[in-house]
């Protein structure tokens, strides 16, 4: 299994306050990803990073931020959650479109946020 | 907006019986890539197809990519309740973004 490691595993906040998600790599890929998973709409795009300091929107980017200053660490921030952001976070790592290889994406086991 | 529409949504089966997981859309992909989630886990990657047409097995699993890379199915042959899980397709650009479908929750009882 690819090293991946989501901190925290489980988290309830209230409405408002700010919070950071943790992903954490071993295998030195280069791209990194943050999704979504709610019923009925599968996994979500967020952001995604594609090197250091590197990073673009996904399909849900709104009230979310990113950040990342090294290859192993990609940060999920929530500035002021709201109720409508409880779901399950999951992180993902690939070696990119440009490695040679297929551009496998594996995952972390999730962070389930519940926003009171 | 789903780019990736599969079907069905849902599927109970008997164990023994044989399945098809239909996984389409309009645009086209570099590669489209099937993954199985259990409760309470991430997806893991069963497969990535990458040649239109192109059909790959794994045990009793088989993957098939469709000639003009917009559609895929996945078919299992004598399913077991190991087989039970969701199954997500997930179509991959030259940008490397991922579109996910919303996913085949199968059930597969003894």
């Known amino acids: 299994d690819a090293g991946i490691t989501q901190s925290p595993r489980h988290k309830v906040t209230e409405t408002g306050t700010p919070v950071t998600l943790r992903c954490h790599q071993t295998e030195n890929h280069r791209y990194m990803y943050w999704y979504r998973q709610d019923p009925g709409h599968g996994l979500r795009l967020i952001h995604y990073?594609?090197?250091?300091?590197?990073?673009d929107k996904g399909e849900v980017s709104d009230g979310y931020s990113v950040s990342r200053s090294k290859t192993e660490d990609f940060l999920l921030t929530l500035e002021s959650a709201t109720s409508s952001q409880t779901s399950v976070y999951f992180c993902?790592?690939?070696?990119?479109?440009?490695?040679?290889?297929?551009?496998?994406?594996?995952f972390g086991p999730g962070t389930r946020l519940t926003v009171l | 907006t789903q780019l990736l529409e599969q079907s069905p949504q849902f599927l109970s089966i008997q164990e023994g019986e044989n399945l098809t997981v239909y996984c389409n859309s309009s645009s086209v992909f570099s590669s489209l890539q099937w993954y199985r989630q259990e409760p309470g886990e991430g997806p893991v990657l069963l497969v990535t197809v990458v040649t239109g047409g192109e059909v790959k097995k794994l045990k009793r699993l088989t993957f098939q990519f469709g000639d003009a890379r917009k559609d895929s199915s996945l078919h299992i042959t004598a399913a077991q309740p190991g087989d039970t899980g969701l199954y997500l397709c997930?179509?991959?650009?030259?940008?490397?973004?991922?579109?996910f479908g919303a996913g085949t929750q199968v059930v597969v009882t003894p």
């Open positions: 993902a790592i690939s070696d990119g479109p440009t490695s040679g290889s297929y551009n496998e994406q594996f």
């Open positions: 990073s594609y090197g250091v300091k590197d990073t």
């Open positions: 997930a179509g991959t650009d030259s940008w490397g973004k991922f579109q």
